[in-house]
């Protein structure tokens, strides 16, 4: 459905996307994660038809975004990342116009179905103005739904949006990834854990990696990291663990805590389970401890990722000694 | 076409809900009526009969100040709001958007003129026999042409840019140099005929609005139309390119 090839893209001296490859195909949710300025929105507006690629080709629907523009223009549902709004229009004019202008049958009706999905039916004739920021996210996805797209283009569709409304749309993008294509972005990383099928991590204008969320973790973290706890100070706690078979680099966390990697390919817990009980443990907790998305991301797309390894789980909040891009997405974080 | 019907609809309709179209009107209207009485009592007291020229030849240079007031917030607003991706990505031909928005403009600013035709109609009421009507009838499609060859100058210049301010200003720079544009020609002892047939003024002033079609000045209205509403869509084009 949407097929990208060697797409580059420069604005003057700056490179925004350089040669960047990637297809997604129908009934697919695909997400694109990266930090600001990584190129999401650069491609997206590329594949939406409002700007064109310096070098490259894409195409929507076996048409090219470039020389059939608008043929690309009709089969995509585009909502940029700063909400398109008329303030002095009400919701239902404002549907209506651009019904009107994408040639929608029946607006009236279609206005009114939009509205339903996105639940903003009790709105419809307030001025834009008077929305809430969640509200005017909402309207904008409304926008994007009119003309029914086959292919969806979300750029953060669920910034500025309550817990409530975030789970909301989530289950309606859900929704509607299984007839259409959706390629949406975001930086936050549970949102593509929950939401696509596969992702496309995109730094500096390259995509550095793209598999499902599940692959990624296990491809990256290579075997997988167990924790396990156990009632009172864990003496001996280290040696049990180590006769176990497939068990592999014991480390001692603290008090009867302990971590250890199984083979690839093996899952060893049933066994450390038994042993730790045969031994006489009180066995409190057994976890995975692999690799979290946040970890392979900046592995995948930070330069400091060692400095950060170590200090747990704020990783998103290195502040001080991080560039304020970062810092950014920190604010921008659910 | 039918895209450009809806975007200069729905321009159309906002002018009725902003304040500075508001504003424009009103300062139009206002100094019209003001110098309309001012002309009834000088021609009352000299003694003759005014005709439709009395409020055609004043609304003509104030239309220069008036319609970038009311272009130019057009496409340079869209821009600066970010709402022009939304018309950029939709199935609208950058012409059919930019036509649209000189449509919209122009439909709007013809309705202010029309508005007008009040004066006219309490004047024939004043002399006698009643006003020249073909004077009327030409003073006024002169005068829609011109609001044409305006907005079109608006539209263009509120496409480069995606500040109103500066949009109104160039606007207004231009029509203002077209308006004495001939000055050189006519220092210089009236050689430059190029400069002189650009002349803004020379186009309605000596011929609409005593009463004579001329085909050459329609073309000249006509054609400032077109070519302005053809650099406004390059403007729009080259912008993707940015």
């Not at chain 1, 706690?237 to 480390?251: H, I």
Request: charged residues 20%; proline residues 4%.
């Amino acid at each position: 459905m949407i097929k990208v090839e060697d797409l580059t893209k420069d604005y003057g001296a700056r490179l925004a996307i350089s040669n960047l490859n990637f297809h997604a195909e129908r009934g697919e949710i695909v997400g694109f994660l990266g930090p600001n300025g990584a190129g999401k929105t650069t491609t997206m507006r590329i594949l939406s038809g409002f700007m064109p690629p310096t070098s490259g080709r894409a195409t929507i629907a076996g048409f090219d975004v470039v020389d059939q523009s608008l043929e690309v223009r009709k089969r995509v549902g585009y909502l940029p990342e700063t909400v398109p709004l008329y303030n002095d229009m009400t919701v239902f004019d404002y549907l209506r116009y651009l019904a009107q202008i994408r040639n929608v049958e029946d607006v009236d009706d279609r206005v009114e179905d939009v509205l339903d999905m996105v639940n903003m039916n009790t709105r419809i004739d307030s001025y834009i103005s008077s929305l809430s920021k969640g509200m005017r996210q909402r309207v904008g996805l409304a926008q994007a739904l009119l003309h029914d797209p086959e292919v969806l283009i979300l750029d953060e569709p669920t910034i500025g949006l309550d817990p409530v409304q975030i789970i909301e749309v989530r289950k309606l993008i859900r929704e509607l990834g299984k007839e259409h294509t959706v390629l949406l972005s975001t930086h936050i990383l549970s949102e593509v854990q929950q939401m696509c099928d596969r992702i496309l991590v995109i730094n500096k204008g390259q995509i550095v990696a793209e598999d499902t969320a599940d692959k990624l973790e296990e491809r990256l973290s290579g075997g997988r990291r167990v924790a396990v706890q156990v009632a009172g100070s864990g003496e001996g706690l280290d040696s049990v663990l180590q006769a176990v078979p497939g068990v592999e680099d014991v480390s001692h966390m603290g008090e009867g805590k302990a971590e250890f990697q199984t083979a690839p390919g093996v899952d060893s817990r049933p066994q450390v389970a038994k042993a730790l009980i045969n031994a006489g443990y009180d066995l409190l907790e057994i976890r995975s401890a692999g690799k979290s998305l946040e970890e392979i991301f900046l592995q995948l797309t930070g330069d400091s990722e060692t400095s950060r390894r170590d200090d747990e789980p704020a990783y998103w909040s290195g502040r001080g000694n991080e560039e304020s891009e970062d810092d950014e997405d920190d604010d921008d974080k659910e | 076409m039918r895209t450009a019907w809806i975007i200069a609809n729905r321009e159309y309709k906002r002018y009725f809900s902003t304040p500075a179209a508001y504003a424009a009107s009103f300062m139009l209207l206002l100094i019209l009526g003001f110098l309309f009485y001012n002309s009834l009592l000088g021609a009352l007291f000299s003694q003759f009969a005014p005709g439709v020229d009395i409020v055609l030849s004043p609304m003509v240079f104030l239309l220069l100040f008036i319609s970038p007031a009311i272009t130019m917030h057009l496409i340079a607003e869209e821009q600066s709001l970010g709402t022009i991706e939304l018309l950029l990505t939709a199935p609208v031909k950058d012409w059919e958007f930019v036509v649209g928005k000189w449509l919209g403009g122009f439909m709007f600013l013809a309705t202010l003129v029309l508005v007008t035709l009040i004066y006219p109609f309490v004047l024939n009421f004043m002399v006698s026999p009643g006003i020249d009507q073909g004077l009327l009838v030409t003073g006024y499609l002169g005068v829609l042409l011109v609001c044409s060859a305006i907005v079109a100058v608006g539209v263009a210049v509120s496409s480069m840019f995606s500040n109103t301010v500066a949009s109104f200003f160039i606007t207004l720079g231009i029509m203002l140099l077209l308006w004495i544009i001939s000055a050189p020609s006519q220092s210089g002892g009236g050689s430059n005929l190029v400069l002189s047939y650009l002349d803004f003024r020379s186009h309605i002033y000596p011929t609409f609005m005593a009463g004579v079609i001329d085909i050459r000045d329609i073309v000249y209205y006509l054609s400032l139309t077109a070519t302005f509403l053809f650099l406004g869509s390059v403007f729009v084009e080259t912008r993707r390119w940015r």
